[in-house]
């Protein structure tokens, strides 16, 4: 869900899915229009790819337990090549960058139509900074998700250098003194992701991170107008009530569907696929990623009818 003008963004891909066509703009927002009452696709439209276990930060509340001695995934599978055009591909880890073939990966999906994006760590964002801006400004990378931890003038001038970087924030996690702080250092953008009690945030997961979470909850109204732009993923717009501060029209405009409707997750390391990247429930890859798609959309009716 996104506050953002449509109209002043450029297109960058339409597409026809099912019973609805789905607009892709520059900016990332997305719009569907059907003639009908759903929407019901027929192929994939967004996608978290895990490439990478290995990661150096050992943040106590990691829901993928990265750690150094991570193992790449192989970005060589033919699934891959099985990703349609104008999928988006939210990239993460562990550490992207980490990967040694990420470049040969984005190459990939570029020369498929797709729209790879990447999360990362702020710490890795400043130490590759001049890699992911030559990422972006050859359009390898749509998307750059930077994970917030202590905001600085340094970080916050080189963020709001790049027009397609988001700032993620962890509900639990961050406090509400942080976001001020972004807000007066300019950033614009904000991603709140639902805290994961999931891996080691299911072992971090306390009474503080809880406080934290209904603390940003009784805020939300505040924090909604320190930024330009602010987005939740499902999880976060379940912890965080999101709904209601939202108002209805534009609740349905926005809201993109939950997981497994219209995006899956697919780990490349462990080579398994999920409604999300907390899903307890993991499968063996199929050949194609629509075989994937569809068959978690067939899990998630069967268990909406029981
Ligand atoms: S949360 Fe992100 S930055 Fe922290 S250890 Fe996990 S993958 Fe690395």
Not at 75 to 89: A, D, Q, R
Request: with cysteine; net charge negative; proline share 4%.
């Amino acid at each position: 869900m996104e506050n953002t003008d449509m109209m002043a963004n450029k297109i960058i891909g339409s597409y026809i899915n099912g019973n609805y066509k789905v607009v892709i703009f520059e900016d990332g927002t997305k719009l569907r229009v059907t003639p009908d009452s759903e929407f019901i696709p027929t192929r994939v439209e967004s996608l978290d790819c895990k490439i990478t276990q290995f990661c150096d930060m050992n943040c106590k509340f990691c829901a993928e337990q990265s750690t150094t001695n991570g193992r790449h995934g192989d970005l060589g599978n033919p699934i891959i090549e099985t990703f349609p055009p104008y999928t988006e591909v939210a990239i993460g880890g562990g550490n992207p960058l980490s990967h040694p073939q990420l470049e040969e990966f984005l190459t990939k999906l570029k020369s498929q139509k797709c729209f790879p994006s990447i999360t990362i760590n702020q710490k890795h964002f400043m130490q590759e900074f001049e890699r992911i801006k030559t990422l972006a400004q050859n359009e390898m990378i749509y998307g750059i998700g930077i994970s917030i931890y202590d905001i600085n003038e340094e970080l916050a001038a080189k963020i709001n250098e790049l027009p397609n970087a988001v700032c993620h924030v962890i509900a639990g996690i961050v406090t509400l003194e942080q976001l001020k702080k972004m807000s007066e250092l300019g950033i614009k953008k904000v991603l709140f992701l639902g805290y994961k009690i999931f891996g080691r945030g299911a072992y971090y997961y306390s009474e503080e991170v809880q406080a934290k979470i209904n603390e940003l909850k009784e805020n939300m109204k505040n924090v909604k107008e320190m930024f330009k732009v602010i987005s939740f993923d499902n999880l976060a717009i379940e912890q965080l009530n999101v709904k209601d501060i939202v108002p209805k029209e534009k609740w349905e405009e926005f809201y993109m569907g939950d997981d497994g409707s219209f995006t899956m997750y697919v780990d490349l390391v462990e080579k398994k696929y999920a409604q999300s990247s907390i899903s307890n429930d993991r499968f063996d890859l199929l050949p194609t990623i629509n075989d994937m798609f569809l068959d978690i959309r067939k899990r998630k009716e069967k268990t909406n009818e029981n």
